[in-house]
C-alpha cells in the first residue's frame, strides 16, 4: 500500500478569494521566497475565459500550419518546373556563366574572383606550386654530413671532432 505524503503547499497557502486567479499565496515577500515558492506564485488558475483564449490560438496556430504546408507544397512544384526547364549545367560553366555576367555589369572585382576560382579548375597546377622538401640527412653519419656540407658550400673547412666510446 502506498502511502502519500503531505504536500508541502499548505492549505491557508491555496487562495480561496474567487477574485485572485493565483493558485499559491504565499504570506512571505517576493525577496525572501525560495525559486519553488516563487514559481508556484506564478501558477494561475484555469478560468473559463481563458480556455476560450487558448482553443483560439491553437486553432490559429491550426490553420496557420496548414497554409503554410500548402504554401510549401506550391513552391516545391514550381520550383522543379523552373529545375525542368533550366538547361543542365555543370560547376565550371556556371562559374563562366558569372564571370560573363560581372563583366556585362563592369564588375571586375566580382569577374576577378570567378576567374581566380575557375583557374583552380581548369589548370590547377599553374595556381600553386608544390614542393616536396626531403630530409636525406637521417641516415648520414657525423663525418659524411659534413662532407655534404663542404660539397654544398654551406659549411667550411673545419674537422670534426670525434668522440670516442668507451
Known amino acids: 500500500m502506498t502511502v502519500l505524503k503531505e504536500s508541502k503547499i499548505k492549505s491557508n ?98 569577374a576577378g574572383r570567378w576567374a581566380k576560382e575557375l583557374a583552380e579548375y581548369e589548370k590547377p597546377k599553374l595556381q600553386r606550386i608544390e614542393r616536396i622538401n626531403k630530409d636525406a640527412t637521417k641516415d648520414l653519419s657525423d663525418e659524411e654530413l659534413h662532407q655534404a656540407l663542404l660539397a654544398e658550400g654551406l659549411a667550411d673547412n673545419v674537422h670534426i671532432l670525434k668522440t670516442s666510446s668507451k
Open 13 to 110: 497557502n491555496t487562495s480561496t478569494d474567487p477574485t485572485d486567479n493565483r493558485v499559491f499565496v504565499s504570506d512571505k515577500p517576493e525577496s525572501e521566497m525560495t525559486p519553488r515558492e516563487k514559481a508556484l506564485s506564478r501558477l494561475r488558475k484555469f478560468t473559463p475565459e481563458g480556455r476560450k483564449l487558448g482553443r483560439i490560438k491553437q486553432q490559429e496556430t491550426q490553420l496557420l500550419d496548414k497554409q503554410l504546408q500548402k504554401n510549401f507544397k506550391r513552391n516545391a512544384k514550381a520550383f522543379q518546373k523552373v529545375l525542368k526547364d533550366m538547361p543542365e549545367m555543370s560547376s565550371i560553366d556556371v562559374m563562366r556563366m558569372c564571370i560573363h555576367l560581372a563583366l556585362a555589369e563592369d564588375d571586375y572585382e566580382a
